[in-house]
């Protein structure tokens, strides 16, 4: 990514990998949008979660992705797996 | 319209080289999907699938023969084989030419595809091995058959992922039964233990974890397996003129396509597809006394799949025996069709049906008879077999014992 949009805020970024990977408008989504509306169904969430691991270097889990039913909740669920990514750099001390 | 004779089975896959030995597992409720051979490097998000590591290709060919076969093609000849000796035919000129052969896979042949783009992207090497395309066209199963039986009435093979070999058997049971075949050897193969088609299942995030468990509230997708299976398919009066046992009969075969979605499922695709097998059948509802069900172990595909039976089967579901035996032998998508048709057949001749294993509680959202963990013995006389398959394509076939 560019460092245009890396140094865009989170949420922004989260909507910007969206609307790369549905090719939709990126002025069609806001924080509020669910997926219904944006006509986002399963397949397309599992090309959008990969869009984002990439995006972030994170690993979402499939039980994340069952939570992330809106713009909003997947910025949630991104934040909080680079936090735990920047918290724990060298990975999960399990 | 002829009646379609059963006269040949042959089974390859991760429980056992034959059919002795998969029935034998798979009413002994034996789950073999088992550690990944190669677990992958970064670690596949999934560590096991059912792997035919009993198979071994040299036990079948010579090293010269190998040259131009791929696994996907070696499964399918050596099913073929024990089909056909099962079936005793021997296929003099007459035979050859009115002999159909109609295979299914999902995907062909993998590996050779791999290592041609290995040595073109990763090592810069522009030189792919000669052999690439005959390796890995998706009929060298199917015509490696013809050619080592001498076959020369149609030969072909159906590509529709997961439906592949039930639209190859449909497609060999409407030639039997309408004339233009005196005999078919129809099924299915799949090889899928290669790396790149594995990290692209792994992307689907449809693969269980662990092991997958159909109709288990806790199920976590699909695991993955390899293998072929066979059928000698013959015109019913053919088979009892040479007087060999018919190890059963397909009376019926329906298809659909659900024109919903690519890859969700939806209840009157499946339904439909069930619905017009019956009809093929002559047989209304309340007779089938036994499913082998597509019963993948996604989330999707269990409660739309329960949900298109009830529609179907109203209050019989309630005692209809429903089982998923790919919870043994794992999904073999071109070949799933063929493995689950033969283990139908054995259900019926048998009298037990396999059970679906690794279920630990029932889901209300699966509300069938999944006969959970146990075989269980049961006087059956017909049966229905589904797949459906992602693009929307679906195909049930109906035996009679």
């Given amino acids: 990514m560019s460092q245009q949009s890396a140094s865009a805020d989170l949420g922004t970024r989260v909507m910007e990998v969206i609307a790369k990977t549905q090719r939709i408008p990126l002025e069609s989504i806001s924080l509020d949008s669910t997926f219904e509306q944006l006509k986002i169904d399963s397949l397309d969430g599992i090309n959008i979660v990969f869009a984002l691991e990439n995006e972030f270097g994170i690993n979402i889990p499939d039980e994340g992705v069952q939570t992330m039913r809106s713009i909003g909740e997947t910025v949630e669920g991104v934040r909080k797996l680079v936090a735990e990514k920047t918290a724990e750099p060298e990975g999960p001390a399990v | ?401």
């Fill in chain 2, 1 to 401: 319209m002829n009646r379609v004779a059963v006269t040949g089975l042959g089974l390859v896959c991760a429980l056992g080289n034959n059919v002795a030995e998969c029935w034998e597992r798979l009413v002994a409720g034996v789950c073999r999907i088992l550690p990944l051979s190669d677990p992958g490097s970064p670690p596949y998000k999934f560590s096991r699938g059912a792997q035919a590591n009993a198979f071994v290709p040299l036990d079948h060919f010579s090293e010269k023969e190998l040259i131009v076969l791929e696994r996907f093609a070696q499964l399918a000849a050596v099913a073929a084989r024990e089909a056909v000796a099962q079936s005793g035919l021997t296929f003099t000129e007459d035979l050859a030419d009115r002999t159909a052969v109609i295979t299914g896979s999902s995907i062909g042949g993998q590996f050779s595809e791999e290592e041609g783009y290995i040595r073109l992207y990763r090592e810069k090497n522009s030189r792919i091995a000669p052999l690439t395309i005959p390796r890995t066209m998706s009929n060298a199963g199917a015509s490696r058959i013809s050619l080592e039986f001498g076959i020369h009435g149609p030969v072909y093979t159906v590509s529709t992922a997961c439906s592949s070999s039930n639209h190859a058997l449909g497609q060999a049971f409407s030639m039997v039964r309408g004339g233009q075949a005196i005999a078919a050897i129809a099924g299915g193969s799949e090889a899928v233990f290669a790396e790149g088609l594995l990290r692209a299942w792994e992307a689907m995030r449809v693969v269980s974890p662990d092991v997958c468990r159909p109709f288990s509230i806790d199920r976590r997708g699909l695991s993955l397996g390899e293998g072929a299976g066979m059928l000698v398919l013959e015109n019913w009066e053919h088979a009892q003129a040479r007087g060999i046992t018919i190890l059963g009969e397909i009376i019926g075969f329906g298809m659909s396509s659900d024109a919903h979605h690519i890859t969700q499922p939806c209840v009157e695709g499946p339904a439909k597809s069930m619905q017009w097998a019956l009809r093929d059948a002559g047989l209304a509802p309340e007779r089938i006394d036994y499913i082998n069900a597509h019963g993948t172990g996604t989330q999707a595909n269990d409660c739309i799949e329960s949900q298109a039976i009830r529609l179907i089967f109203g209050a019989k579901a309630d005692s209809l025996p429903v089982s998923s035996t790919k919870s043994m032998h794992g999904h073999t998508l071109g070949a799933a069709g063929a493995i689950e048709a033969i283990t139908t057949l054995l259900t019926l001749r048998h009298g037990i049906i396999p059970p679906t294993v690794n279920f630990t509680s029932a889901d209300p959202s699966c509300p069938l008879d999944v006969v959970a963990n146990q075989a269980r013995p049961a006087a059956l006389e017909f049966a229905v077999s589904n797949t459906f398959a992602f693009g929307g394509l679906n195909a049930s076939l109906v035996f009679q014992r």
